[in-house]
């Protein structure tokens, strides 16, 4: 295609207010980010009304500069994409609204996207030659999905967490070890210094969904150890807890990964999301990629945390594929890939 | 001066047209659907009706707050986004006084009462002397029990609207000493017209700012905040 498609995409699910300009989907011209999370930190996680209350406060600055990094204004722009769910619904209807009135009033298309689609399609900024299919794995604070991308926009759900998403338990074992909020790139990195081996927590795995996790077991156990510790007056070494339990985390994505991709004969494997930043698990999944022969494909950790060049990614397929949003566009906390 | 206003502050969502003297268009709905599926549809509907060229406003008005921390966002929001494609500044209304300003050339008090649930209310009391709008009490979130206290001993005629008048009722029957009245339908709940022409007379007081600099005034911090706040005052007591 030789005609340049621009898109403006606006994120505001959680914590992050965010925009991009994305050109045919996978050339980022720009990525502006406003991170909140020194005012969670405060709080031990993410405060939904404070979170709302900074969307706001950013957001047509965020858009702004997004513009201007990308050298446009919005006459340039062919489409507009922005996140409708899942994530936090105040947060969610900032990002909305904004894109709804801005699409009105300069009279451009709006797409709606869904943010694990978005997180998937982080992979296509990267690996110019991705294209579908492949397995992903969206790993994040909300959100663990084993994914199979049947298509650009066409998803099947093979697996997805019955309780904690694996970047909560990463938080949960932070704080209780500790470590404070944002748990994940705390527990890696005082990982380093642990031995994994050192105590041996559940790999869990859930009876009737082969590629189904479960990480509320492993929180528990975590906490019962440390329990236990307490009461035998034994030390606790954060260090060892740390890569004990990112172990468990990581044999459990790993072995559903591998299984799913002798099962469905993929020769392409991606992973997705703020999770899949995390060093140790990236190299355990590079690794187990090797060895089956499969190409593994992974996002830039500034691509994998929430961003809107994702969402820009995304969005240009959803528009390839003729899809609008209207004016009663609405903000879903819960909703589903593939809806 | 031609003024877009919109008010989502509370139950009501509420676009309008002002024009200089001109209510061009106004369409408020006061039923249970979001606002942010309807406040968008309500304003291209106006549009349509009154073939307005978008570019033409001068500045959009948006009731700022108090009310919903939802609502108000959903309005600021799409404020913003308009402002930013426009290239228009944004006046910021305050909502109480947006309220108060539906009762233009009373000669009693006005006290608009907005739910702001566990009994408290966001009020505020205003008077017009001639036509000048003055401002007895700012808009605040107290105790109902204390602005009551506070129109006694003004020993005024006062006049109550807002969606906090079903909730104060009976309260205000018994506790009020001085003569009272509660505003009819067509002027008791958030109307974007009153938004726009108190916007206007803002404007005039130069008080229009870059949208990127607006935001809605909550008047009351997050839950979050709040307790946080309480445990460190706690903290510092032991």
């Not at chain 2, 305050?94 to 309220?99: C, E, H, I, K, Q």
């Amino acid at each position: 295609m030789n005609q340049e498609i621009k898109i403006l995409a606006i994120e505001s699910s959680c914590d992050e207010t965010a925009a991009a300009v994305v050109v045919n989907g996978r050339d980022v011209r720009s990525n502006v980010i406003s991170s909140q999370i020194d005012l969670h930190t405060l709080y031990g996680g993410v405060v939904p009304e404070i979170a709302s209350r900074k969307h706001i406060e950013k957001i047509d600055q965020v858009i702004e500069q997004a513009l201007s990094d990308a050298d446009m204004t919005l006459k340039d722009i062919d489409a507009i994409g922005v996140t409708y769910g899942p994530g936090l619904v105040g947060a969610l209807l900032v990002g909305v609204a904004e894109a709804k009135a801005i699409s009105y009033a300069a009279g451009i298309p709006l797409i709606g996207v869904h943010h694990i689609e978005g997180h998937i399609s982080a992979n296509y900024i990267e690996n110019k030659e991705l294209e579908p299919p492949f397995l992903c794995l969206v790993v994040s604070g909300g959100h663990t999905h084993l994914v199979k991308v049947t298509d650009y926009g066409k998803y099947e759900i093979l697996g997805k967490t019955r309780d904690d998403a694996a970047g909560e338990a990463f938080d949960k074992v932070a704080r209780a070890i500790g470590l404070g909020y944002p748990g994940g790139p705390k527990i890696e990195k005082v990982s380093h210094e642990g031995n994994p081996e050192a105590i041996s927590f559940p790999r869990a795995k859930v009876a009737d969904g082969v590629y189904d996790f479960s990480f509320s077991g492993l929180k528990s156990a975590v906490l019962n150890y440390l329990n236990g510790c307490k009461m035998k007056d034994i030390p606790i070494n954060q260090a060892d807890v740390a890569a004990s339990f990112q172990k468990s985390v990581t044999d459990v994505l790993v072995d559903h990964a591998a299984h799913a991709i002798d099962e469905y004969h993929m020769d392409s494997f991606a992973i997705a999301g703020g999770v899949a930043s995390n060093g140790t698990i990236r190299k355990a999944m590079e690794e187990m990629c090797r060895k089956k022969g499969v190409k593994f494909y992974h996002p830039s950790p500034i691509l994998c945390t929430d961003n809107a060049a994702m969402i820009g990614a995304a969005a240009y397929y959803d528009y390839l594929a003729g899809k609008r949003a209207g004016l009663d566009l609405n903000a879903i906390p819960n909703l589903k890939l593939g809806e | 001066m031609k003024v877009l206003a919109l008010d989502s502050s509370g139950l009501v969502a509420s676009v309008a047209l002002v024009e200089d003297d001109n209510l061009l268009g106004e369409y408020t709905i006061n039923y249970k659907k979001t606002h942010s599926q309807t406040l968008l549809p309500m304003l291209d509907e106006v549009a349509g009706m009154v073939e307005l060229d978008l570019n033409s406003i001068d500045v959009i008005a948006v009731s700022a707050g108090p009310g919903s921390f939802t609502g108000l966002r959903i309005g600021s929001a799409t404020a913003k986004g308009m402002a930013l494609a426009l290239n228009k500044p944004i006046v910021s209304v305050p909502t109480v006084d947006a309220l108060a300003y539906n009762l233009w050339g009373s000669s009693e008090v006005i006290c608009p009462l907005m739910d702001a649930r566990r009994q408290q209310t966001y009020t505020g009391l205003y008077e017009f002397q001639g036509e000048e709008f003055t401002v007895i009490e700012p808009q605040c979130v107290v105790m109902i029990q204390d602005i009551i206290e506070k129109i006694n001993s003004l020993g005024r005629k006062v006049i109550f609207l807002g969606d906090g008048v079903v909730v104060f009722k009976e309260y205000i029957e018994e506790n009020c000493k001085v003569p009272f009245s509660f505003a009819p339908a067509h002027q008791n709940k958030q109307r974007a017209s009153s938004v726009a022409v108190l916007g206007m007379e803002l404007c005039r007081q130069g008080k229009a700012q870059p949208a990127a600099e607006h935001k809605p005034d909550y008047l009351r911090a997050s839950q979050a905040e709040r307790e946080r706040q309480e445990n460190q005052k706690d903290f510092r007591i032991c």
